[in-house]
């Protein structure tokens, strides 16, 4: 009897310092994530100052608490270093597209799944009739943007050269006051030394074929152009509708709800035109250099040559 009230005791003290032990831990992650001053906090890994109800830190990408999974929104406790239910691990995802660490399912750099229920949602973003009739208008758009730009240069070209056709037929029709004096004063010299007085000859004019055909040409090109932005405009009006109409499931954590956006963001295509300085020419004796340093006299100015290359990013982003 003795031996077993002993053992019970025994028992009941591990139990008791258990208990106060993991009490001192809770008592420490308080403390550690307590917000400092209306409602913002400090980052455990960087030390910004961020909201307190942030879950991941803006700066730096860590995670901000230790009592919830940032994959799944499941439970955690501060010392777990994996999730209990979907496997994500306390130390976060390095994404092997990018190389950027991770504390959730999709990269926030590049956007690539990084574990099972990133994959799980992009199977369902297969299937979603909404987010494939959003990837095909995508694409249309993109396509309209293109031929709209053309078909406006290609108006602005047309109209440009008919400027110039109209201002080089005026020239070349009419002769100035001055001109014409000129050729009178030709003509009375020519006869009073007895001799033949030819015709001036005038300048032909340019057939009106071609201004004429221009300007029809000018003419049915509007029209398309005015289409193409309407259907255009439509577009846009038909991807925010489609926009509306993603929702995730309201009962779902946090985390879920984000994949589920993640997974329906559509690819778009950056074109930037980059302009680099390759020479520079000075004032002072007019030489190529490769800075304005290498100059005699730097002093005097100069220009910069610049080489010009198409730089194309791909993103993902929400339209």
């Known amino acids: 009897m003795q031996d077993d009230s002993r053992q019970q005791q025994t028992g009941n003290t591990s139990l008791n310092r258990t208990r106060e032990r993991e009490a001192q831990q809770r008592e420490r992650a308080r403390v550690q994530y307590r917000p400092l001053f209306g409602g913002s906090m400090e980052c455990p890994n960087c030390h910004e100052e961020v909201s307190a109800r942030y879950e991941i830190c803006p700066h730096c990408g860590h995670p901000l608490h230790t009592g919830t999974c940032t994959y799944c929104g499941a439970p955690m406790d501060a010392d777990d270093l994996f999730c209990g239910e979907c496997g994500g691990s306390r130390k976060g995802v390095t994404c092997p597209q990018c190389g950027v660490l991770n504390f959730r399912s999709f990269c926030r750099n590049c956007n690539a799944p990084l574990d099972e229920l990133a994959q799980q949602e992009l199977e369902r973003a297969k299937h979603d009739p909404v987010f494939g009739r959003m990837l095909t208008l995508a694409k249309r758009l993109a396509e309209l943007e293109d031929q709209i730009q053309q078909a406006a240069a290609g108006k602005a070209e047309e109209q440009e050269m008919q400027e110039e056709r109209v201002a080089d037929f005026t020239q070349m029709a009419e002769l100035t006051e001055e001109e014409k004096a000129l050729a009178e004063e030709y003509r009375r010299m020519m006869a009073t030394m007895g001799m033949s007085v030819p015709e001036v000859p005038k300048p032909e004019a340019p057939k009106a074929a071609q ?52 997974a329906r963001k559509l690819p778009v295509i950056h074109t930037e035109v980059v302009q680099d300085p390759v020479e520079w020419v000075c004032n002072f004796c007019g030489c190529h250099h490769r800075q304005p340093s290498e100059c005699a006299e730097p002093d005097l100015g100069g220009t ?16």
Request: net charge negative; charged share 25%; proline share 9%.
């Open 211 to 262: 201004p004429v055909e221009r300007k029809k040409r000018a003419t049915i090109e509007a029209p398309d152009l005015s289409a193409l932005q309407e259907e255009y405009r439509q577009g846009l009006q038909e991807m925010a509708e489609l926009m509306s109409q993603l929702q995730p499931d309201p009962a779902a954590p946090p985390q879920i709800q984000r994949n589920y956006y993640s």
């Open 304 to 319: 910069w040559i610049y080489t010009s290359h198409v730089v194309t990013t791909k993103t993902y982003e929400y339209q």
